[in-house]
Nanobody, 115 residues
Framework: QVQLVESGGGKVQAGGSLRLSCAAS????????MGWFRQAPGKEREFVAH???????HYADSAKGRFTISRDNAKNTVHLQMNSLKPEDTAVYYC?????????WGQGTQVTVSS
């Protein structure tokens, strides 16, 4: 059974940094796309970034220049380095993996950025 477990969330002041991690188990994910999404209170879940099995990356405009996604295929993990955080980055961040669509989702980790 595939399981995704996020970690690294927390509270930080504006301008600070956090590094989220997601550990996947129950399969081999080298060829899967691994992504990060977030959902703020009262808003729909939105895409943040993804990294393909080839290593290609794509970012939401809100994340470009501030966030960096990376993966470690040997450890089935994906990371999201978040710098220059803003209060509007406050949300629950979810890890997701899939091939043509995101089939598996984690439970989420809370990120709170104070001004």
């Amino acid at each position: 059974q595939v399981q995704l477990v996020e970690s690294g969330g927390g509270k930080v002041q504006a301008g600070g940094s956090l590094r989220l991690s997601c550990a996947a188990s129950g399969g081999t994910f080298n060829t899967y796309t691994m992504g990060w999404f977030r959902q703020a209170p009262g808003k729909e879940r939105e895409f943040v970034a993804h990294i393909a099995g080839t290593g290609g990356t794509h970012y939401a405009d809100s994340a470009k220049g501030r966030f960096t996604i990376s993966r470690d295929n040997a450890k089935n993990t994906v990371h999201l380095q978040m710098n220059s955080l803003k209060p509007e980055d406050t949300a629950v961040y979810y890890c997701a993996v899939g091939v043509t669509s995101y089939n598996y989702w984690g439970q989420g980790t809370q990120v709170t950025v104070s001004s």
